[in-house]
């Protein structure tokens, strides 16, 4: 069964930062894009970073441009997120996640799929990151 599982996450105070890591296991020719998401106590899932599969490009958030760049290792099958200047509203659970809609070419079709958690097929267990002093 091809997964992916994040890690990476713990207690960190304003300004710190945190490398979180999603690896797949197994393989997949479907999967075009690895997105990171977060869901906050009361809040709807939000995806905040994703990196195309295919060309390698990626997107960020507006409320993480900046602070938070999203990477990838193809021989490790890993994704990385770097979370730099960490702010306590950015506690949440964080998760990765894998699409495997038919690749485009299209950076809008990619970015509206990193957007929503229904553009996203596999879904591996969050990990808690708590921002806090």
Not at 60 to 71: P, Y
Not at 95 to 105: E, T, V
Not at 119 to 128: A, E, I, L, P, V
Request: aromatic residues 14%; proline residues 3%; hydrophobic residues 30%.
């Amino acid at each position: 069964r091809f997964s992916w599982q994040a890690s990476g996450g713990g207690l960190v105070q304003p300004g710190g930062s945190l490398r979180l890591s999603c690896v797949g296991s197994g393989f997949s020719s479907d999967y075009y894009a690895i997105a990171w998401f977060r869901q906050a106590p009361g809040k709807e899932r939000e995806g905040i970073s994703c990196i195309s599969m295919k060309d390698g490009s990626t997107y960020h958030a507006d409320s993480v441009k900046g602070r938070f760049t999203i990477s990838r290792d193809n021989t490790n099958n890993t994704v990385y997120l770097q979370m730099n200047s960490l702010k306590p509203e950015n506690t949440a659970v964080y998760y990765c996640a894998a699409g495997s809609a038919p690749y485009s070419g299209s950076y809008s079709v990619f970015v509206a799929d990193c957007r929503s958690r229904y553009g996203m097929d596999y879904w591996g267990k969050g990990t808690q990151v708590t921002v806090s002093s």
